[in-house]
């Protein structure tokens, strides 16, 4: 068989394995293994397993994954979020959709707490929902708002899919948190000003609330001085040289966990399932990245990411107009497949393609993060919004994805800016090294 | 039959729970080591030695997990297009092929434990600690994993023949949802 | 029937000693090339593009002989316990890459290095990195100054050297993180040859070196045993002739010229202080440094007939190389 026949055979057999519902980390073990059984031997493909099961388990890098997930069940189990949100509020909360910001800021805060987006809005919406309902939020736009306001769980470090990222391109985790830190500023402007300018055009819909005096400002902050404590450690003891990214998260679960117990209680059958929750989750991400692992193999000695090479160049397009391509068929495959398996599929061979024309690899770890948070919350398959759907069962789905549009507007504006000045995610990086 | 199954995946909740305290045990040893390191210039000696461990440890304890409750990444095209019998068969079509994968695996790291006995692998600075045994345990979780996959595909090929309800196929915690997101 | 193909996988950046086509490998590659006619071709695929196994150190030795790749860059130290006698070079015990793999080849060749006659693999090369010496955020000028200090060490032999030398061996910092961790201040230094300085960002991070030689690593070129069994008689010839001692020096006298080149480049930075201890300072270094080896000599007598050998040899190796 000719390299480009097992390179078809491979790509096909993946795609089919996926539709015909094998997980996805699965599919692409066997299709790689398979490929590179094809191209290198059968005992090689097979001892191959072994020696990815075991490099992977003993990966120091991917054993932050389970530890912020500990992190973040027990920061919110233990209602961390509320402090934030409240805190967010005294301070925003009198202007006009004061509380939709504070639930942004919320969400940012309590990301810098966890490594997940659905995690971020499964909490905030316990806090953030009833009270943007009872000040008399539509409740579409205030679901949308913590839907959208979710996905910044993932771009605020810690973030369990940069550290994937940062395994499988191998760049330093904390490289890529520093280079996230601007792009997540920037994401809470660009969906705050989204909030101030549709508060604009439906003035009935986004009533401020009460301005708070000075003392209970205070009092907010008092309140939520243990978060800000925590939050400011774990972030603050990263960029400020105390800890490696292992310690800041072994830091981070010791606390959280304490405060689980400080403000809960040890109940057996709660911890029990965050335990249960955080052991499948970490399990399901190991199953995944050694299968993009072992898709890689494949991909390498089939010499994929040659011809992916050689058929780009000769399409004489502009890098840019490339990087565009290749982000609107990550954001279309997203309506119907899935961001994250389109990332990690594509990987290899992108990834080296991107590199060749000089781009930094933290920036495409963010510009891929970007799009997946787009793709978290785009029409027809946003996972937060059907999340966020199943929580509040009356709002219609349609309905929900109205109340992203805004949003969806300004984050597609960020993702644009991001292309075109990767220094929005290398400047701060090369700055502090 | 049943309460074998019902056993068998409780066992694996347990198998986690051990695995992450583990790794909670050690997010506390990391604590003081920095406390240690930098308040009175004295480290956990060979904590990086047995933190290697521990996290070999605690993934191979976490991966039974996702398989019985059934928590893989997976794009269901199907779900809502077939009737629950046949849609039950082609979930029964990928546990058999996600068991052939789980066996496989099972075995390379049977194999990789061998290897570790055969070239008498230690830690790199407790030297008297040999390496093998750990991987032996790993190399069981990974059969275990491969049992709970065999149940699941029990499962879902009764529930194809019609011998079970179709709402009963999955444990109760795959409805919700998990992602790596 | 074309050229068979041998995969040089490594997860060593490309462009570096031991991956571009003028370095070590490169060399080597293109001499067994020539020498074979045709027969054989070496494809060098640097920056672990094999999976996770692919960027694991631990991992390349297996990478080989489970035939996943057919040469690899391994490092013995990272699968501790199947070569237990390479830790006599994490000892302060040779000047150089030259004199330090020379004795090397030759103590494998009597038999003495244990793990280095599994048939599974054929040895292309064995290394010993040119020595590691101090590089620091902030300045010391003599081993007082190491009081207090916590340095990056990876393998048991560097932390027992910093130790004897009064300051705080740090392992749960790896080399990778170990230029983070400096210019963060986790740790404030670390030992590295000049070439790691270099290689692994550390010179970003430090600006002051002592030049001490605080020990060394060594390396294997390995190549799959059944791969070079299967080449025709012609090729293996061509292995042959450039492998084992040939390579050995081969590789020593060019990491040495990369080292020295790195050397110097540090020493001509205007921002950087490289000092060289006086003589009577030097000593204490050396004194306190000389009990770890004593330690490790009386550890068992495996190691007292090893180091005997070893001094033999070197001295052998170092009268040819024409050092002291
Ligand atoms: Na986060
Ligand atoms: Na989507």
Same mark, same amino acid.
């Not at chain 1, 209602?79 to 509380?99: E, I, N, P, Q, W």
């Given at each position: 068989?000719?390299?480009?026949t097992?390179?078809?055979f491979?790509?096909?057999?993946?795609?089919?394995l996926?539709?015909?519902?094998v997980?996805?980390?699965?599919?692409?073990?066997?299709?790689?293994?398979?490929?590179?059984a094809?191209?290198?031997?059968?005992?090689?493909?097979?001892?191959?397993?072994?020696?990815?099961v075991?490099?992977?388990?003993?990966?120091?890098?991917?054993?932050?994954?389970?530890?912020?997930l500990?992190?973040?069940?027990?920061?919110?189990?233990?209602?961390?979020?509320?402090?934030?949100y409240?805190?967010?509020?005294?301070?925003?909360?009198?202007?006009?959709?004061?509380?939709?910001?504070?639930?942004?800021?919320?969400?940012?805060?309590?990301?810098?707490?966890?490594?997940?987006?659905?995690?971020?809005?499964?909490?905030?919406?316990?806090?953030?929902y009833?009270?943007?309902?009872?000040r008399?939020?539509?409740?579409?736009?205030a679901?949308?708002?913590?839907?959208?306001?979710?996905?910044?769980?993932?771009?605020?470090?810690?973030?369990?899919?940069?550290?994937?990222?940062?395994?499988?391109?191998?760049?330093?985790?904390?490289?890529?948190?520093?280079?996230?830190?601007?792009?997540?500023?920037?994401?809470?402007a660009?969906?705050?000003?989204?909030?101030?300018?549709?508060?604009?055009?439906?003035?009935?819909?986004?009533?401020?609330?009460?301005?708070l005096?000075?003392?209970?400002?205070?009092?907010?902050?008092?309140?939520?001085?243990?978060v800000?404590?925590?939050?400011?450690?774990?972030?603050?003891?990263?960029?400020?040289?105390?800890?490696?990214?292992?310690?800041?998260?072994?830091?981070?679960?010791?606390?959280?966990?304490?405060?689980?117990?400080?403000?809960?209680?040890?109940?057996?059958a709660e911890?029990?399932?965050?335990?249960?929750?955080?052991?499948?989750?970490?399990?399901?991400?190991?199953?995944?990245?050694?299968g993009?692992?072992?898709?890689?193999y494949?991909?390498?000695?089939?010499?994929?990411?040659?011809?992916?090479?050689?058929?780009?160049?000769?399409?004489?397009l502009?890098?840019?107009?490339?990087?565009a391509?290749?982000?609107?068929?990550?954001?279309?495959?997203?309506?119907?497949?899935?961001?994250?398996?389109?990332?990690?599929?594509?990987?290899?061979?992108?990834?080296?393609?991107?590199?060749?024309?000089g781009?930094?690899?933290?920036?495409?770890?963010?510009?891929n993060?970007?799009?997946?948070?787009?793709?978290?919350?785009?029409?027809?398959?946003?996972?937060?919004?059907?999340?966020?759907?199943?929580?509040?069962?009356?709002?219609?789905?349609?309905?929900?994805?109205?109340?992203?549009?805004?949003?969806?507007?300004?984050?597609?504006?960020?993702?644009?800016?991001?292309?075109?000045?990767?220094?929005?995610?290398?400047?701060?990086?090369?700055?502090?090294? | 039959?049943?309460?074998?199954?019902?056993?068998?995946?409780?066992?694996?909740?347990?198998?986690?729970?051990a695995?992450?305290?583990?790794?909670?045990?050690?997010?506390?040893?990391?604590?003081?080591?920095?406390?240690?390191?930098?308040?009175?210039?004295?480290?956990?000696?060979?904590?990086?030695?047995?933190?290697?461990?521990?996290?070999?440890?605690?993934?191979a304890?976490?991966?039974?997990?996702?398989?019985?409750?059934?928590?893989?990444?997976?794009?269901?095209?199907?779900?809502?297009?077939?009737?629950?019998?046949?849609?039950?068969?082609?979930?029964?079509l990928?546990?058999?092929?996600?068991?052939?994968?789980?066996?496989?695996?099972?075995?390379?790291?049977?194999?990789?434990?061998?290897?570790?006995e055969?070239?008498?692998?230690?830690?790199?600075?407790?030297?008297?600690?040999?390496v093998?045994?750990?991987?032996?345990?790993?190399?069981?979780?990974?059969?275990?994993?491969?049992?709970?996959?065999?149940?699941?595909?029990?499962?879902?090929?009764?529930?194809?023949?019609?011998?079970m309800?179709?709402?009963?196929?999955?444990?109760?915690?795959?409805?919700?949802p998990?992602?790596?997101? | 029937?074309?050229?068979v193909?041998?995969?040089?996988?490594?997860?060593?950046?490309?462009?570096?000693?031991?991956?571009?086509?003028?370095?070590?490998?490169?060399?080597w %590659?293109?001499? /067994?090339?020539?020498? +074979?006619?045709? $027969?054989?071709?070496?494809? #060098?695929?640097? &920056?672990?593009?094999? *999976?996770?196994?692919?960027?694991?150190?631990?991992?390349?030795?297996?990478?080989?002989?489970?035939g996943?790749?057919?040469?690899?860059?391994?490092?013995?130290?990272?699968?501790?316990?199947r070569?237990?006698d390479?830790?006599?070079?994490?000892?302060?015990?040779s000047?150089?890459?030259?004199?330090?793999?020379?004795?090397?080849?030759?103590?494998?060749?009597?038999?003495?290095?244990?793990?280095y006659?599994?048939?599974?693999?054929?040895?292309?090369?064995?290394?010993?990195?040119?020595?590691?010496?101090?590089?620091?955020?902030?300045?010391?000028?003599?081993?007082?100054?190491?009081?207090?200090?916590?340095?990056?060490?990876?393998?048991?032999?560097?932390?027992?050297?910093?130790?004897?030398?009064g %300051?705080?061996? /740090?392992?749960?910092? +790896?080399?990778? $993180?170990?230029?983070?961790? #400096?210019?963060? &201040?986790?740790?404030d *230094?670390?030992?590295?040859?000049?070439?790691?300085?270099?290689?692994?960002?550390?010179?970003?991070?430090?600006?002051?070196?002592?030049?001490?030689?605080m020990?060394?690593?060594?390396?294997?070129?390995?190549?799959?045993?059944?791969?070079?069994?299967?080449?025709?008689?012609?090729?293996?010839?061509?292995?042959?002739?450039?492998?084992?001692?040939?390579?050995?020096?081969?590789?020593?006298?060019?990491?040495?010229?990369?080292?020295?080149?790195k050397?110097?480049?540090?020493?001509?930075?205007?921002?950087?202080?490289?000092?060289?201890?006086?003589?009577?300072?030097?000593?204490?270094?050396?004194?306190?440094?000389?009990?770890?080896?004593?330690?490790?000599?009386?550890?068992?007598?495996?190691?007292?007939?090893l180091?005997?050998?070893?001094?033999?040899?070197?001295?052998?190796?170092?009268?040819?190389?024409?050092?002291?």
């Amino acid at each position: 068989m000719s390299s480009t026949t097992i390179i078809l055979f491979g790509f096909v057999g993946l795609f089919a394995l996926i539709l015909l519902q094998v997980p996805i980390g699965v599919a692409m073990m066997v299709s790689g293994a398979a490929g590179f059984a094809a191209i290198v031997g059968v005992q090689p493909a097979l001892s191959m397993f072994g020696g990815e099961v075991a490099s992977s388990f003993a990966s120091a890098d991917l054993a932050l994954i389970p530890i912020f997930l500990l992190m973040g069940n027990f920061a919110s189990a233990a209602g961390l979020s509320t402090d934030l949100y409240r805190l967010a509020d005294a301070f925003v909360g009198h202007r006009r959709g004061g509380l939709a910001l504070a639930t942004l800021g919320g969400c940012a805060g309590f990301g810098a707490l966890c490594g997940s987006s659905l995690a971020t809005v499964g909490t905030m919406h316990r806090v953030a929902y009833p009270e943007m309902l009872a000040r008399g939020y539509p409740p579409h736009f205030a679901a949308g708002t913590i839907a959208v306001g979710g996905t910044l769980g993932i771009l605020v470090p810690p973030s369990i899919i940069l550290v994937v990222y940062s395994v499988l391109a191998e760049t330093f985790v904390i490289d890529l948190y520093i280079a996230a830190l601007l792009p997540a500023l920037m994401a809470v402007a660009f969906y705050g000003a989204a909030v101030v300018l549709y508060g604009m055009t439906r003035r009935a819909a986004m009533p401020a609330g009460p301005r708070l005096s000075g003392a209970e400002r205070l009092e907010a902050v008092r309140q939520s001085l243990f978060v800000i404590a925590l939050a400011g450690l774990v972030i603050g003891g990263i960029y400020a040289g105390v800890f490696t990214a292992l310690e800041a998260a072994s830091v981070g679960a010791v606390l959280s966990f304490a405060a689980y117990l400080w403000r809960r209680g040890w109940r057996r059958a709660e911890a029990f399932k965050l335990i249960g929750d955080t052991a499948s989750v970490t399990g399901m991400i190991y199953v995944m990245v050694i299968g993009a692992s072992a898709f890689n193999y494949f991909v390498t000695v089939s010499g994929v990411a040659d011809l992916f090479m050689a058929a780009v160049n000769a399409t004489h397009l502009p890098p840019w107009g490339v990087i565009a391509l290749i982000l609107v068929v990550y954001i279309v495959l997203g309506a119907f497949f899935d961001e994250v398996a389109t990332m990690l599929i594509t990987l290899p061979f992108v990834l080296p393609l991107i590199v060749s024309w000089g781009y930094d690899p933290l920036w495409w770890g963010i510009v891929n993060v970007t799009v997946i948070m787009i793709g978290l919350f785009c029409p027809p398959i946003g996972l937060n919004v059907m999340v966020m759907h199943g929580l509040v069962r009356d709002v219609p789905l349609r309905r929900m994805y109205l109340g992203v549009l805004p949003f969806l507007l300004a984050d597609f504006l960020r993702l644009g800016l991001l292309v075109a000045f990767p220094l929005i995610a290398t400047w701060l990086p090369a700055a502090l090294r | 039959m049943n309460t074998i199954d019902a056993a068998l995946r409780r066992f694996a909740y347990l198998l986690a729970a051990a695995g992450l305290c583990l790794l909670f045990l050690n997010a506390i040893a990391t604590v003081l080591d920095v406390l240690g390191r930098t308040l009175f210039a004295t480290p956990i000696d060979r904590l990086s030695d047995v933190s290697g461990l521990i996290y070999i440890l605690a993934a191979a304890c976490c991966v039974p997990a996702a398989t019985a409750q059934m928590r893989h990444i997976t794009i269901k095209p199907f779900e809502e297009r077939l009737a629950p019998r046949p849609y039950a068969a082609l979930e029964g079509l990928a546990a058999l092929l996600k068991l052939a994968v789980w066996a496989v695996l099972a075995w390379q790291l049977w194999a990789h434990a061998a290897e570790m006995e055969a070239t008498h692998q230690t830690l790199s600075q407790l030297r008297g600690v040999r390496v093998a045994p750990f991987w032996t345990f790993v190399a069981l979780a990974m059969s275990f994993n491969a049992l709970l996959e065999a149940l699941n595909l029990l499962r879902f090929t009764r529930v194809a023949l019609g011998a079970m309800p179709p709402d009963t196929a999955a444990p109760a915690e795959s409805a919700e949802p998990a992602n790596m997101l | 029937q074309g050229p068979v193909t041998l995969r040089y996988a490594t997860f060593l950046p490309p462009g570096g000693l031991f991956t571009k086509d003028d370095g070590v490998m490169g060399r080597w %590659a293109k001499s /067994v090339e020539e020498a +074979s006619g045709g $027969e054989v071709k070496i494809q #060098i695929l640097p &920056g672990g593009t094999l *999976g996770a196994a692919g960027r694991n150190p631990g991992a390349q030795l297996k990478l080989v002989t489970d035939g996943i790749a057919d040469i690899a860059f391994v490092i013995p130290s990272t699968t501790p316990g199947r070569f237990p006698d390479d830790n006599l070079f994490g000892l302060p015990v040779s000047d150089s890459a030259a004199e330090g793999s020379l004795t090397f080849w030759k103590l494998h060749e009597q038999g003495l290095m244990r793990g280095y006659d599994d048939k599974s693999f054929y040895i292309i090369g064995l290394l010993v990195n040119p020595p590691n010496v101090l590089h620091t955020k902030g300045p010391v000028k003599k081993v007082e100054d190491l009081r207090g200090l916590r340095l990056q060490a990876s393998g048991a032999e560097q932390q027992e050297l910093i130790r004897a030398l009064g %300051a705080t061996p /740090v392992g749960t910092v +790896s080399v990778r $993180e170990a230029a983070e961790a #400096i210019s963060r &201040g986790v740790v404030d *230094g670390t030992p590295k040859d000049w070439l790691a300085l270099h290689s692994f960002r550390i010179a970003d991070a430090t600006a002051h070196h002592v030049n001490i030689p605080m020990g060394a690593s060594t390396i294997m070129f390995a190549l799959n045993r059944a791969k070079y069994d299967s080449l025709s008689p012609k090729a293996r010839a061509a292995i042959d002739r450039f492998s084992g001692e040939p390579f050995v020096r081969m590789a020593g006298k060019l990491f040495d010229e990369y080292t020295d080149a790195k050397h110097k480049e540090t020493v001509d930075d205007k921002k950087r202080q490289v000092i060289t201890l006086p003589p009577e300072e030097r000593a204490r270094w050396d004194k306190a440094m000389g009990t770890v080896v004593q330690d490790w000599r009386q550890r068992d007598a495996t190691n007292e007939r090893l180091w005997q050998a070893f001094t033999k040899t070197r001295a052998q190796v170092r009268g040819e190389l024409g050092m002291k």
